[in-house]
């Protein structure tokens, strides 16, 4: 039996997309094996949203060969698609993929004959049109399954490379959204989470389905209890999108709705399309609907041009508007972007104790929303049991509990007692009698 490695960089879209490579060898009889242990072919999913991600991407694929250099390397992803000559000549690296023929994954590594060349397979995503058809129906050790359900991004924030290693906006059919999230059902999965490039343009390239109508038609698959969605533009947090998901129970008080800087002037030379105002306007539509909501969110700090002042401005609208956690990035310029030109770029220094003082901020938040609900009972999903013996669940509003218990809990719902916080967007909880 043939052995594969994968190592995905990067984020979850790319994790999905490791996912179904690996059922796709599988299925052709391969053995999967950790990327420390020698195999006959490394895949390395590549990033590129930072150089340092390009780094990364080389280094893990210079790390394959040198485990073993007899295996075929095969460079996918992000950072194989925007620049495939520089991986192509990465030391080791036989097969550069990209973003594209990821299905045909096995074939081009099994058709791969002669060693001595490197077989350069990426071709231009800029006129891609179609979701390409990777699925998946079992995911290793957990409990939440990642349902990609689109692909790319029209949008071309200054500061992202990743239009141009996705390509524009694909939306997956609704019918093969709704096999995997039934097969993954079937399989015993209760929460899904949709997931994409950029989920809120889901259906912008089909006829007559939007993001509303395939939650509404995820929402009715028997045994899924969970959805929530991996991020969502707060443009698209509208009255109509708000009423829709209230009506469905399985929709999560939780949203990761996409702030990048609460400074209407960094907003526009990020090219976001929305003001801190319309930020705002899309939490409390949200709040209204969802008492106990939780809006999580990416910060970027030390964008180009961001003054003392504006810096200010974000954290203060971040405390405004009461975010449960702050995802906190130093803005790292990445070659091919507007932003990378930008004059007035921010010092490293500068931009380490932004970040610095904004992840304080976003440690006090998330703690005055867990002490908020202490004491209050809610229903928790249990996934995994951590090495101090503690089951480890998440709330519907993301609230990660810690429960003390010799049962196993995985994949079980209880009623929880949210109890003291103890760091790290966590608390301790106690269990109550009603469980399902
Ligand atoms: S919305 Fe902006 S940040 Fe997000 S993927 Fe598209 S271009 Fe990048």
Same mark, same amino acid.
């Given at each position: 039996?043939?052995?594969?490695? $994968?190592? %995905?960089?990067?984020?979850k879209v790319?994790?999905? !997309? ?17 990327? +420390?242990?020698?195999?006959?072919? #490394? ?16 280094q893990m ?37 990209? %973003? ?5 994954? *096995? !074939? ?9 060349? /490197? ?6 995503i ?8 990777? +699925? ?9 399954? #990642? ?14 490379? &990743? ?8 939306? =997956?059919? @609704? ?13 015993? $999965?209760?929460?899904? *989470?949709?997931?994409? &490039? ?8 089909l ?7 395939? *939650?509404?038609?995820?929402? %009715? *698959?028997?045994? &899924?209890? =969970? ?27 939780? $949203? ?14 990020m090219?976001?399309? #929305? ?7 899309? /939490? +409390? =539509? ?11 969110t ?30 906190? $990035? ?5 070659t ?18 932004r ?11 998330? =703690?005055?929303?867990a ?7 809610? @229903? ?6 951590n ?18 218990? !010799? ?8 009623? &929880? ?20």
């Amino acid at each position: 039996m043939k052995k594969v490695a $994968f190592l %995905t960089l990067g984020c979850k879209v790319n994790m999905y !997309d490791t996912e179904a490579m690996q059922e796709l060898f599988a299925k052709r009889g391969y053995e999967i094996v950790d990327f +420390e242990d020698k195999a006959d072919i #490394y895949i390395v999913n590549t990033c590129t949203v930072t150089n340092l991600g390009d780094k990364k991407s080389r280094q893990m694929l210079r790390r394959a060969h040198r485990t073993n250099p007899d295996a075929i390397v095969a460079a996918a992803g992000c950072y194989a698609q925007v620049a495939p000559e520089t991986v192509a000549k990465t030391e080791g690296v036989n097969i550069v993929i990209g %973003t594209k023929d990821r299905a045909s994954v *096995v !074939d081009i590594i099994e058709n791969y004959a002669d060693k001595t060349k /490197v077989l350069n397979a990426v071709t231009d995503i800029k006129t891609e049109r179609t979701f390409e058809p990777l +699925e998946i129906s079992r995911l290793k050790d957990r409990t939440r399954a #990642y349902v990609k359900i689109q692909e790319g991004c029209n949008r071309y924030c200054s500061y992202c490379i &990743i239009p141009y290693a996705r390509g524009p906006v694909r939306s =997956r059919l @609704p019918e093969q959204v709704m096999d995997e999230v039934r097969r993954l059902a079937e399989n015993g $999965f209760k929460e899904v *989470v949709l997931t994409g &490039i950029h989920v809120a343009s889901y259906g912008l390239d089909l006829k007559n389905t939007d993001l509303i109508d395939i *939650v509404k038609q995820v929402n %009715t *698959v028997d045994g &899924i209890e =969970r959805i929530r969605f991996s991020s969502m533009e707060p443009l698209a947090v509208n009255e109509e999108f708000v009423d829709a998901m209230k009506a469905m129970p399985k929709v999560c008080d939780h $949203f990761p709705l996409s702030l990048q800087s609460g400074c209407d002037k960094t907003l526009k030379n990020m090219n976001r399309r #929305y003001t801190a105002q319309e930020y705002c306007e899309a /939490v +409390e =539509r949200l709040r209204a609907a969802y008492p106990d909501v939780a809006i999580t969110t990416d910060i970027i700090v030390g964008f180009p041009g961001e003054t003392e002042e504006d810096f200010i401005q974000s954290i203060e609208f971040a405390k405004k508007v009461g975010l449960s956690k702050i995802h906190v $990035f130093p803005y790292s310029p990445k070659t091919g972007t507007p932003a990378a030109k930008m004059k007035d770029q921010v010092p490293p220094d500068v931009k380490n104790d932004r970040a610095a003082r904004l992840i304080k901020v976003s440690d006090e938040l998330n =703690r005055a929303f867990a002490d908020r609900l202490k004491g209050r009972v809610m @229903p928790v999903l249990f996934e995994i049991k951590n090495k101090d013996g503690f089951w480890e669940g998440h709330t519907t509003n993301y609230i990660k509990v810690l429960l003390k218990s !010799d049962e196993n809990l995985k994949n079980r719902f209880l009623d &929880i007692k949210i109890g003291e916080y103890c760091g790290d967007e966590t608390v301790y909880g106690e269990k109550c009698e009603n469980t399902k």
